[in-house]
C-alpha cells in the first residue's frame, strides 16, 4: 500500500489553523526518513572505533619498546590526534629532550607498528 502524501509544515500548518486544530509535530522538529537500527549502530561503530583497535593502544602497548624503558617510566603517549600527531607527555624536561632528540627515530619505529602507519609526527609536552 502506497505511503499517504505527506504535505509541507507550511502546509499542514495552514490547513490545521483552518480547521482549528493544534499542530502535529513540535514547532522545531525536523522530519526525517526512517533508518535501519542496524545501519545507525554500525555508522556510530565506525565514526567512534568501537570494538577496533585504535593506533593510540597499540603504541601504548609498545611505548616501553620504542622508547626505552628508562624513558617510557617518565612519559606516554596520550592521544592520536586526527590530522595523525601523537601527543606525547613527559613528566621531565629532560625526558622530553631525550625524546626530542631522537624524534625521527620514535616516529620511523611507532610507523612499523600494525595499523599505526597514520602517524604523522610527534608532539612532545612537558606535562
Same mark, same amino acid.
Request: aromatic share 6%; with cysteine.
Given at each position: *500500500?502506497? #505511503? =499517504?502524501?505527506?504535505?509541507?509544515?507550511?502546509?499542514? +500548518? /495552514? !490547513?490545521?489553523?483552518?480547521?482549528? $486544530? =493544534?499542530?502535529? +509535530?513540535?514547532? %522545531?522538529?525536523?522530519?526525517?526518513?526512517?533508518?535501519? $537500527? @542496524?545501519?545507525? !549502530?554500525?555508522? /556510530?561503530?565506525?565514526?567512534?572505533? !568501537?570494538?577496533? #583497535?585504535? =593506533?593510540?593502544?597499540?603504541?601504548?602497548?609498545?611505548?616501553?619498546? !620504542?622508547?626505552?624503558?628508562? %624513558?617510557?617510566?617518565? @612519559?606516554?603517549?596520550?592521544?592520536?590526534?586526527?590530522?595523525?600527531?601523537?601527543?606525547?607527555?613527559? @613528566?621531565?624536561?629532560?625526558?622530553? %629532550?631525550?625524546?626530542? *632528540?631522537?624524534?625521527?627515530?620514535? $616516529?620511523?619505529?611507532?610507523?612499523? $607498528? =600494525?595499523?599505526?602507519?597514520?602517524?604523522?609526527? /610527534?608532539?612532545?609536552?612537558?606535562?
Amino acid at each position: *500500500m502506497p #505511503e =499517504p502524501h505527506r504535505f509541507s509544515r507550511l502546509a499542514e +500548518d /495552514l !490547513i490545521g489553523s483552518l480547521r482549528r $486544530l =493544534p499542530p502535529e +509535530d513540535p514547532a %522545531n522538529a525536523r522530519r526525517r526518513p526512517t533508518r535501519e $537500527l @542496524s545501519d545507525v !549502530i554500525e555508522q /556510530l561503530r565506525v565514526k567512534y572505533g !568501537i570494538g577496533r #583497535e585504535a =593506533p593510540e593502544y597499540v603504541v601504548r602497548e609498545h611505548w616501553a619498546e !620504542i622508547v626505552g624503558p628508562a %624513558n617510557a617510566s617518565y @612519559s606516554h603517549a596520550v592521544r592520536l590526534e586526527p590530522t595523525g600527531r601523537l601527543v606525547v607527555h613527559a @613528566s621531565h624536561a629532560v625526558v622530553r %629532550n631525550e625524546l626530542f *632528540m631522537h624524534k625521527a627515530e620514535i $616516529l620511523d619505529r611507532i610507523k612499523r $607498528l =600494525p595499523g599505526c602507519g597514520a602517524v604523522k609526527s /610527534l608532539f612532545l609536552a612537558v606535562g
